[in-house]
T-cell receptor
């Protein structure tokens, strides 16, 4: 597609539930990034994929968070046993080359109640 | 550790006045530097990037930034502010040895009529 697509745009879930957030990057972009942005803060790095593999997952806060990119295009961020502190906007970005900067999607606003 | 500091969480200028948003980074190796803008309820958009070519970088919407190695700075400027410039601005730094871009905490720019 023309841009990075994220679905859903909004997700409200109950504490303890499991959620999946989807990212469809720009066609041909081999690098894909997940960030989390809390209110009033800058984006915080979660995980980076180069192709199908997670090249850097050092930003995942704990083992409740997991992400996959099985075919090197679409990625899914999975959060188990959600907590109220997980509420944030989850941003996905893709890039052909780190030096060129990222193209961000519009994000998924996750609210855990 | 890689880091970027944005001085001033909120900057307010009059329409037509100079805009100056400050960004300093920590680095022991040549960085890649970026400015992103986020309009209300929208995703992050790349304004401009520095990747070791010209030190004065021109971006979209009349913005520019100058890389000053001696000051480890990459301040964003615009000669004359427009009402439409009101947004959140994020400075970000990347390194060839790292897999991710690190974002600052952001500066909210307000424009007074």
């Amino acid at each position: 597609g023309a841009g990075v697509s994220q679905t859903p745009s909004n997700k409200v879930t109950e504490k303890g539930k499991y959620v999946e957030l989807r990212c469809d990057p720009i066609s041909g972009h081999t690098a894909l990034y997940w960030y989390r942005q809390s209110l009033g803060q800058g984006p915080e790095f979660l995980i980076y994929f180069q192709g199908t593999g997670a090249a850097d997952d050092s930003g995942l806060p704990n083992d409740r968070f997991f992400a996959v990119r099985p075919e090197g295009s679409v990625s899914t961020l999975k959060i188990q046993r959600t907590e109220r502190g997980d509420s944030a906007v989850y941003l996905c970005a893709s890039s052909p080359d780190r030096e060129k900067g990222y193209t961000f999607g519009s994000g998924t606003r996750l609210t855990v109640v | 550790a890689q880091s970027v500091t944005q001085l001033g969480s909120h900057v307010s200028v009059s329409e037509g006045a100079l805009v100056l948003l400050r960004c300093n980074y920590s680095s022991s190796v040549p960085p890649y530097l970026f400015w992103y803008v986020q309009y209300p309820n929208q995703g992050l958009q790349l304004l401009l990037k520095y990747t070791s070519a010209a030190t004065l970088v021109k971006g979209i919407n009349g913005f520019e930034a100058e890389f000053k190695k001696s000051e480890t700075s990459f301040h964003l400027t615009k000669p004359s502010a427009h009402m439409s410039d009101a947004a959140e601005y994020f400075c970000a730094v990347g390194y060839s040895s790292a897999s991710k871009i690190i974002f600052g905490s952001g500066t909210r720019l307000s424009i007074r009529p």
